[in-house]
């Protein structure tokens, strides 16, 4: 995120906060449990007021430049508009960067080689990045490209060997479903409520050898008892 560095420099060069005082600043705007983090209009308050009153201490030991009349005038309004605003509105998760979209522009401007390109040919160079993204997105599934799937896509898996016997048909069924995919966890799978430990999922889970009714409390009568005359 360009915000989170650009205030990581200006505390450093411009205000000249020590590592662990920027450290502190940045974890509380931008940490796990910051400023950032998608919450009531309450604890945002008490929050933000709890980072100023920070922010004044930090100040109070700088020389002439301090930090709070750039966080008040120019990050602040930048945040709340960009991030704060759309976060609690639901449009972003409080987590969203900008690392795909500079990946990807990394990507376009070596594509070009950082030279301006006529509409349709820089039309046409998009369409082969995307076509190449796809490509290795398909070998990916047979383990021979460039990249590996991740464990969330570890169910796409199928060898070389197992592939080179599929028929054209079942090729292409593989590849839209993998494409479909978003990355949900492994169905055959199941993970522990602690989340520390995951096993495969059986057929036949929660069954006694040899069972054959389903997985419910049977209902059982009980005789009477015969009165004893």
Aim: aromatic letters at 6%.
């Amino acid at each position: 995120m360009h915000l989170k560095e650009n205030t990581n420099r200006y505390l450093e060069n411009i205000v000249g906060v020590p590592k662990s005082d920027r450290n502190t600043i940045l974890d509380a705007i931008y940490g796990q449990n910051g400023l950032l983090e998608k919450t009531d209009i309450d604890t945002y308050n008490y929050k933000l007021e709890k980072l100023k009153t920070t922010i004044r201490s930090k100040d109070a030991t700088a020389g002439e430049k301090k930090f709070m009349p750039y966080f008040e005038k120019k990050l602040l309004p930048l945040l709340e508009e960009h991030v704060i605003g759309p976060v609690r509105r639901g449009k972003i998760a409080s987590t969203w960067t900008n690392n795909n979209c500079e990946s990807a522009n990394h990507v376009l401007k070596t594509a070009i080689q950082w030279k301006m390109q006529d509409i349709p040919k820089f039309i046409d160079t998009l369409y082969k990045i995307v076509k190449c993204d796809q490509e290795e997105r398909c070998r990916a599934i047979r383990d021979t490209g460039n990249f590996r799937l991740s464990d969330k896509f570890q169910h796409h898996y199928c060898g070389i060997s197992n592939w080179s016997t599929l028929s054209e048909d079942n090729r292409q069924k593989r590849i839209k479903r993998f494409l479909k995919d978003l990355g949900k966890p492994n169905n055959l799978t199941v993970v522990s409520t602690d989340g520390t430990r995951t096993t495969q999922r059986t057929p036949s889970a929660g069954r006694k050898p040899q069972q054959v009714k389903q997985k419910r409390a049977e209902r059982s009568n009980t005789p009477n008892s015969k009165r004893r005359l």
